[in-house]
């Protein structure tokens, strides 16, 4: 019932920054006892886990990214973004939201995926 659609550029050129828009339909975003994450897939990591926010806005982020990464929230329009700054070809992935509860590391909801490549 949940749906999740990521939206943003295919293309970003090093050192700019990137930013990701997740739309959710079916359930809102401040919806307890909800996280919403960013995950991104690529050749080299595979599945990595980058941050979320929590139905109550709480953020939290992967240690390696933390220094350049942020995600913000829209719940007027039950969106939340992720911004990575300083980019390099080493960000070229699939990136993904997906849903989990606070509680439980498993998610049951998760956007098709959108393609980011980082070149000049």
């Known amino acids: 019932q949940v749906q999740l659609q990521e939206s943003g550029p295919g293309l970003v050129k090093p050192s700019q920054t990137l930013s990701l828009t997740c739309t959710v339909s079916?359930?809102?975003?401040?919806?307890?006892?909800?996280?919403w994450s960013w995950i991104r897939q690529s050749p080299g990591l595979g599945l990595e886990w980058m941050g979320g926010?929590?139905?109550?806005?709480?953020?939290a982020y992967s240690p390696s990214l933390k220094s350049r990464t942020s995600i913000s929230r829209d719940a007027s329009k039950n969106q939340f973004t992720l911004h990575v700054s300083s980019v390099t070809p080493e960000d070229t992935a699939i990136y993904y939201c997906?849903?989990?509860?606070?509680?439980?590391?498993?998610?049951?909801?998760w956007g098709q995926g959108t393609q980011v490549t980082v070149s000049s």
């Open positions: 997906a849903r989990a509860a606070v509680s439980r590391d498993e998610y049951d909801y």
């Open positions: 079916g359930g809102s975003i401040t919806t307890n006892p909800y996280y």
């Open positions: 926010i929590t139905y109550s806005g709480s953020t």
